[in-house]
């Protein structure tokens, strides 16, 4: 499975539920992890479940008539945080490297409101992150 496959699975926000409820409290049933989420019923847990199951991101355990459900460590959404957590060391990294590169006068966003020539010069949260200035 790819990463792009635990990207998917993870989409919706009543699956996360399902995966958080699983990760808290263990194997449950369809009717426990409706219990803990609250705002969807029971055939819509079920739905999801599926989803997850056909995913490979829990695996179900029969019981007479009753089934249960628990995550799957080797499924899809490892795969999603392995690539996320690659994406965050690496970003660590870069904004390592560059703050060391970076004269300590520059480094702060309250200098910034010292010097009237670095004014303009405030931190954002545009695409480039928030340690882009406002001046391009």
């Known amino acids: ?11 919706d926000g009543v699956r996360r ?12 049933s369809s009717g426990e992890i409706a219990r803990h989420i609250g705002r969807v019923q029971r055939n819509t847990i079920s739905s999801h479940l599926r989803v997850l199951r056909a995913a490979g991101a829990v695996a179900e355990r029969r019981d007479g008539r009753y089934r249960y459900y628990s995550l799957d460590p080797a499924g899809p959404t490892r795969d999603a945080l392995i690539f996320l957590q690659e994406l965050l060391a690496s970003s660590l990294r870069g904004l390592g490297s560059s703050s060391r590169s970076e ?12 010097d009237p ?5 405030k ?14």
């Open 103 to 114: 004269p300590a006068s520059t480094a702060t966003a309250s200098d910034s409101s010292d």
């Open 123 to 136: 931190l954002s949260t545009s695409r480039t992150g928030p340690w882009a200035s406002s001046e391009e």
């Open 1 to 11: 499975m790819s990463a792009q496959h635990g990207f998917d699975v993870l989409a």
């Open 117 to 121: 020539s670095r004014r303009s010069r």
């Open 17 to 28: 539920d399902i995966l958080a409820v699983l990760a808290e409290h263990g194997e449950c």
